[in-house]
């Protein structure tokens, strides 16, 4: 029900706005003036800043602002500004060979940092996340580089001939290459139980067969070595080190030896460009299993010749 005539409401010494609803009347109260104060200055607020920024969407833009700004403008200039610093530090990191980046703590925490940005896209597909490789429960086959196990050596510049031209990798001159022979139908069974028991026992989870050291001095020495210490050389792991990337039953190292598996690596010369790869190499390398260099070997930079006189 609407009643049509105002009245004054002595308790509160309000008007009415006179309109009443079951018998509840609403009060005509003033706003606060510091809220109607606030509500115009929002008001022209709203105006400067449509004025001053983009505000109004078009068809395929929107108005551009009195100011020009633009978020998207923003992010350009912060990425710029980051761009320039990073090549200030590229630039610099390609000017210092790798075996003397140790001794610049600065920079080989900083091609550490990079070459962990770089890992985690290029390299996490086979050796994980935590570089850990098989180790850490996935496909066999894949390196943990955590460990101080290296093929081909485990230094700065050894790391970083590695990934420049990978192992077994079709089309590079320099790729690291070894093949270890298929000796399926060479041994009787019981002749490939004797050689893994000699192969088990050079780590110490086997005791030495005879027959089996007859058959490993015959066939494995010359790559192995005598011992089973492997030779870089040739690529030929450490057999006393328990490090199996194929597995390390008595299975797994008879089948290896019957039909042995050997993985591929890709050269990442040509894809990555050679900072990446030296930030890449300092990040592998810091990991726990890397070797130690002698930075006074390295011979200096032309930079570094000028600077030193």
Same mark, same amino acid.
């Given at each position: 029900?609407?009643?049509?005539?105002?009245?004054?409401?002595?308790?509160?010494?309000?008007?009415?706005?006179?309109?009443?609803?079951?018998?509840?009347?609403?009060?005509?109260?003033?706003?606060?003036?510091?809220? /109607?104060? =606030?509500?115009?200055?929002? $008001?022209?607020?709203?105006?400067?800043?449509?004025?001053?920024?983009?505000?109004?969407?078009?068809?395929?833009? %929107?108005?551009?602002?009195?100011?020009?700004?633009?978020?998207?403008?923003? /992010?350009?200039?912060?990425?710029?500004?980051?761009?320039?610093?990073?090549?200030?530090?590229?630039?610099?990191?390609?000017?210092?060979?790798?075996?003397? /980046?140790?001794?610049?703590?600065?920079?080989?925490?900083?091609?550490?940092?990079?070459?962990?940005?770089?890992?985690? =896209? *290029?390299? +996490?597909?086979?050796?994980?996340?935590? %570089?850990?490789?098989?180790?850490?429960?996935?496909?066999?086959?894949?390196?943990?580089? *955590?460990?101080?196990?290296?093929?081909? @050596? @485990?230094?700065?510049?050894?790391?970083?001939?590695?990934?420049?031209?990978?192992?077994?990798?079709?089309?590079?001159?320099?790729?690291?290459?070894? +093949?270890?022979?298929?000796?399926?139908?060479?041994?009787?069974?019981?002749?490939?139980?004797? /050689?893994?028991?000699?192969?088990?026992?050079?780590?110490?989870?086997?005791?030495? *067969?005879?027959?089996?050291?007859?058959?490993?001095?015959? *066939?494995?020495?010359?790559?192995?070595?005598?011992?089973?210490?492997?030779?870089?050389?040739?690529?030929?792991?450490?057999?006393?080190?328990?490090?199996? $990337?194929?597995?390390?039953?008595?299975?797994? $190292?008879?089948?290896?030896?019957?039909?042995?598996?050997?993985?591929?690596?890709?050269?990442?010369?040509?894809?990555?460009?050679?900072?990446?790869?030296?930030?890449?190499?300092?990040?592998?390398?810091?990991?726990? @299993? @890397?070797?130690?260099?002698?930075?006074?070997?390295?011979?200096?930079?032309?930079?570094?010749?000028?600077?030193?006189?």
């Amino acid at each position: 029900m609407t009643v049509e005539n105002k009245r004054f409401d002595e308790p509160t010494g309000t008007h009415t706005v006179g309109h009443e609803w079951d018998g509840i009347e609403e009060l005509d109260t003033p706003l606060p003036r510091w809220w /109607l104060w =606030v509500f115009y200055a929002t $008001i022209v607020f709203s105006i400067g800043y449509v004025i001053a920024y983009p505000a109004w969407p078009m068809i395929d833009s %929107a108005t551009k602002g009195y100011l020009g700004w633009s978020s998207r403008g923003e /992010l350009e200039k912060e990425l710029a500004a980051v761009e320039d610093g990073r090549s200030a530090f590229r630039a610099q990191l390609a000017r210092i060979p790798i075996e003397r /980046l140790p001794g610049d703590s600065t920079m080989m925490a900083q091609a550490v940092a990079g070459g962990r940005a770089a890992f985690q =896209v *290029n390299c +996490v597909q086979c050796h994980g996340s935590g %570089a850990a490789g098989s180790a850490a429960g996935g496909a066999k086959g894949y390196p943990n580089l *955590n460990d101080d196990d290296w093929l081909w @050596g @485990g230094d700065l510049k050894a790391i970083e001939r590695t990934i420049q031209h990978g192992i077994r990798h079709p089309g590079d001159d320099n790729t690291h290459l070894s +093949v270890m022979p298929a000796f399926a139908g060479m041994f009787e069974a019981p002749q490939l139980a004797a /050689l893994t028991d000699q192969v088990l026992s050079f780590s110490g989870r086997g005791k030495a *067969n005879p027959t089996g050291a007859q058959l490993y001095a015959d *066939n494995c020495a010359a790559c192995h070595g005598p011992t089973g210490q492997g030779m870089r050389e040739f690529g030929a792991p450490d057999l006393g080190d328990a490090i199996w $990337i194929y597995g390390d039953s008595r299975e797994d $190292i008879a089948a290896q030896i019957l039909n042995p598996r050997m993985g591929v690596m890709p050269a990442w010369q040509g894809r990555l460009d050679p900072v990446t790869i030296k930030m890449l190499a300092a990040y592998v390398h810091s990991l726990g @299993g @890397g070797e130690d260099v002698v930075p006074e070997t390295a011979p200096a930079t032309p930079d570094e010749a000028d600077a030193a006189q």
